[in-house]
């Protein structure tokens, strides 16, 4: 009696030790889900163009470097929402409004995707935030990254 119960305690055991096909799908779901972020993440935020692009915005606006941050901007740059401006005019409104040291302090945080664009803060990507600060967009264009909008609100 003492072997049959010991025989079906381990057999009972065994079996439920064992996952069940739906375990086992769910559980590479949730794998391959994780892969792909991981891989979206790392494939946009450690691109070499884009980190050697973010690299010279930095000296460029550190530098105040004007005709270097023209040349790396979107033609239709936004930088005011309310009302909404955009393209010429941006650097006259920098320096009337002292944004200089926002810019400066903005694009010091880590860029995280956000739809087409990478964006700075990371917390702007994060709807649950509402973010409402400065924030900056960086886009691809015809292959290229370019500097797409320095905006509040």
């Given at each position: 009696m003492r072997v049959l119960?010991?025989?079906l305690l381990a057999l009972a055991f065994v079996f439920a030790g064992c996952e069940t096909p739906q375990k086992k799908k769910e559980k590479l779901k949730q794998a391959e889900l994780k892969k792909k972020a991981k891989a979206n993440l790392?494939?946009?935020s450690t691109d070499v163009d884009f980190q050697a692009f973010v690299g010279r915005l930095r000296k460029a606006v550190a530098k105040?470097?004007?005709e270097t941050i023209k040349s790396m901007m979107t033609?239709?740059?936004g930088y005011k929402l309310e009302p909404p401006m955009s393209g010429p005019g941006v650097f006259q409104y920098w320096e009337q409004e002292?944004?200089?040291p926002e810019l400066d302090g903005v694009l010091s945080e880590r860029f995280v995707k956000k739809g087409?664009?990478?964006v700075s803060p990371p917390q702007f990507a994060d709807p649950s935030l509402n973010y409402?600060?400065?924030r900056i967009g960086i886009t691809r264009v015809r292959g290229s990254w370019k500097f797409a909008y320095f905006?509040?609100?």
């Open positions: 119960l010991t025989s790392r494939e946009e105040r470097d004007v033609e239709d740059f002292n944004l200089w087409a664009f990478m409402d600060g400065y905006v509040n609100g």
